[in-house]
């Protein structure tokens, strides 16, 4: 199954999802979301001129896995 076939699966389970990522594990695909308001990962680096970049991002959920072998969609509780 491709990432593309897998992007189709969410638009169709989740229409409300516009905002996701697709990573692939073992022969599952999950699908995460950025949560809003929650941050994450923040990286700090410097230019050959000295100046100082931050960049963070949000920290995300898992909200469907889609298993590879048969495209059986699953989606995951929200706590």
């Known amino acids: 199954m491709s990432e593309s076939q ?10 409300q999802t516009t905002n996701f990522s697709c990573e692939f594990k ?5 699908i995460l979301e950025p ?4 941050w994450g990962v923040a990286s700090r680096t410097t230019n050959a001129e000295g100046k100082i970049f931050v960049r963070s991002t949000n920290a995300t959920r898992v909200i469907l896995r889609v298993y590879d072998a048969d495209g059986t969609v699953e989606p995951v509780a929200t706590p």
């Open 6 to 15: 897998v992007a189709g699966l969410v638009f169709k389970e989740s229409p």
């Open 26 to 30: 073992n022969g599952v695909w999950e």
């Open 35 to 38: 949560q809003k308001g929650v």
